[in-house]
């Protein structure tokens, strides 16, 4: 280096005086002399933070196109983060229930009585999702996690979230396509049995293991329809008769409002 | 040591009891706990981990007033109170093994809700750094080694500095320079923190415990410090020549003796090669479970 800095122009740089030729001269010299360097003092909080900064970015977890949807929805992104970083716990049930459901369809449409098969398998699919998203033996990471603040009824109401959501959209799609259809209100006549099966069992599982609580809903659904089916007198869509409707419509208010006193204390 | 015997020691317990069935997994165990570390010493099913997970909030208690950091497990809101200031390593914990490091860290970290994501992330560096991880955090958890998933379980434990840690089996699978590093930062920990180990591994209890509790069949056996129990033994430890013929456990040495446990205290006269030795914690232990065993 032929050259250095002269005392009047490091001055001139440190306050920000120098015109900006000038300016890009002085940090391409500093780039390669560093006894001009040492004369520059450093702004050692602002080094500091640029480096945590750095760091950060490199460190960050990459978020995923499902996470940054719903903060752009906005979802606090830690809310976001909870719902979408598990989603290998719901990928096979989600391939199940397109199986299901589409066995239930072609059902539908090429048997007789087939439609049955889709009102026994619509408010179960559900059911079945949001007892598999929650708790030990079926959440790997369930005894790391599972005294941690949030861990409890939070996450167990977040993942039924989760899990509800596709499951509602793909049985709505389900129904639309089913051979008597159909106006989306005929279309959802599952609806009100399945939130209220799936409440009975985020209730229940007050009492017992999540998964356990599931069964137990679940078996009480297949033994009503088969006691309706085995009976002459009532048929078994009177389960979803617009009168039933209404008791399924009263029941849900009542297991939500449990639901609800019970998260609130938390 | 004695205990801090009052309802205001992060740890506060009187007559727990956990049922599983008809089998007392915990029968009546009075505990009060201060700051330090404690060792939980105890045979497979003695209650170790049922006590652990009781104090942890994972498991209700059946009977008996338990307080843990001045709180009450049982209500809903204090126990998440508990859980925010509480760090847990569950016995074999297990992961998401497509996370990386660094991924099932900030999990964790944003389910303890330990603030904004910068000082999430820089709590998170920070102890991958106290477990000797930072180089791999980047890594997936399925191709970290046992050892290193037990660091990092510890990791997710230690984040959001606990004031009482719960260390469930906290050395399996860590290789001694590994265990050296592990005792270093849980006495570093225990200056400010209470931490309870539960552990079979007696030199860990040794090397980090300022006092020791025995469970045997959900009881508590023995609570003091771990020179008071070694005291217990002292008279009750031999080692002789020839395969002995009586003793609780005996077991053959590296130089071909035999050290034997009994109930008996030495006989000032000892009968033929016999001598009386000085009693390990170890030694101790196996007095105080009475284990029938021989190991040759």
Redesign the interface.
Known sequence: MSWHLTPAQVDEYVSSTVDDVTAMSVEAHLMHCPPCRSLVPADEAWLADSWADLRDIVDRPRVGLLERALTALGLRQTTARLLTATPQLYRAWLVATVVVLAAALLSAHHLPRGSLLFAFTAPVVPLVGVAVAYGRGVDPAHTLTSVTPLAGQRLLFLRSCAVLVPALVMCTAAALLMPSPTTLWNAGFWLLPSLTLVAGSLVLSRWMHLSAAGAAVGGLWVLAMVLFAATDQISVLELFAPVSQLWWAAALAALVGAIVLRVRPA | MSAPATATAPVHARGLVRRYGSRNALDGVDLDLGAGVTGLLGRNGAGKTTLLRSL???LDVSAGRLRVLGRDPG???E??EI??R?G?L?Q???????F?A???L???A????LGG??AR??E??RSLDRVGLTAR??TRVRRLSGGMRQRL?LA?ALMGDPELLLLDEPTIGLDPEQRILFRNLVSELAVRSTVVLSTHQIEDVSALCQRVVCLDRGRVVFDGTPATLIGRARGHVWEQTGRPRDGVTTWRLADGRYRVLTTERNDPAPPGDRSAVEPTLEDAYLLLTGVERSAR
């Open positions: 942890a909030t994972d209500d809903a809101a126990r998440t859980r925010r509480l847990y569950p074999s914990p297990e992961f998401y093994p497509h990386t660094f991924a099932l900030d999990y964790v944003v389910l303890k809700e994501r910068r992330h820089d998170i560096r955090r980047h379980a997710a």
